[in-house]
Antibody, heavy 119, light 110 residues
Framework: EVQLVESGGGLVQPGGSLRLSCAAS????????MHWVRQAPGKGLVWVSR????????NYADSVKGRFTISRDNAKNTLYLQMNSLRAEDTAVYYC????????????WGQGTLVTVSS | QSALTQPASVSGSPGQSITISCTGS?????????VSWYQQHPGEAPKLMIY???NRPSGVSNRFSGSKSDNTASLTISGLQAEDEADYFC??????????FGTGTKVTVL
């Protein structure tokens, strides 16, 4: 069974940093693109970033470019999102999602981890 | 990258059909057949309903269908049921090698 479990969320002050993790199981993690998607409270979904199967290619939404870094450890079956220079508008539930092989959509999602940026 | 435009809300009676539009640009929806749709119930993770404009994953009811014309994609729910009440989001791949979601639509079953 495919499982994605996010962790690392919490309360952080503006300007601070946080690293999210997404532990994957039930599939060959190293074969898939992985994504981060966020959702502010009561708002819509926003795509944040993606990384290819071996970690050599990444893409970011303009709103996080230069502040967030996506990475992965295929030996640990874990996806990461390093978030720096956090702003109030980064407050959201952060989901990791699996991208399908040779496709452009997400077939499995985690349950999300809440990040709150506030003083 | 601006969000794709969806109506904020759509409603219908049980058994009726409704259609949700998703309007983008020539840089996203208009250029690729890589539009997918997700259903999200309160407090839950999104669930894939349609991929590549009009394909349905196994396990998704055939009451859900998708289409696209120029810069606008659409999701149609036929034979509306109470369990279809949820938020629906479209998403498209873009020419910048990124993705952009729609603004989201709340479907209400009257």
């Amino acid at each position: 069974e495919v499982q994605l479990v996010e962790s690392g969320g919490g309360l952080v002050q503006p300007g601070g940093s946080l690293r999210l993790s997404c532990a994957a199981s039930g599939f060959t993690f190293s074969s898939y693109w992985m994504h981060w998607v966020r959702q502010a409270p009561g708002k819509g979904l926003v795509w944040v970033s993606r990384i290819n199967s071996d970690g050599s290619r990444t893409n970011y939404a303009d709103s996080v470019k230069g502040r967030f870094t996506i990475s992965r450890d295929n030996a640990k079956n874990t996806l990461y999102l390093q978030m720096n220079s956090l702003r109030a508008e980064d407050t959201a539930v952060y989901y990791c999602a699996r991208g399908v092989i040779r496709g452009y959509y997400f077939d499995y999602w985690g349950q999300g981890t809440l990040v709150t940026v506030s003083s | 990258q601006s969000a794709l435009t969806q109506p904020a809300s759509v409603s219908g009676s049980p058994g009726q059909s409704i259609t949700i539009s998703c309007t983008g640009s020539s840089s996203d929806v208009g250029s690729y057949n890589y539009v997918s749709w997700y259903q999200q119930h309160p407090g839950e993770a999104p669930k894939l309903m349609i991929y590549d404009v009009s394909n349905r994953p196994s396990g998704v009811s055939n009451r859900f269908s998708g289409s696209k014309s120029d810069n606008t994609a659409s999701l149609t729910i036929s034979g509306l049921q109470a369990e279809d009440e949820a938020d629906y989001f479209c998403i498209s791949y873009t020419s910048s090698s990124t993705y952009v979601f729609g603004t989201g639509t709340k479907v209400t079953v009257l």
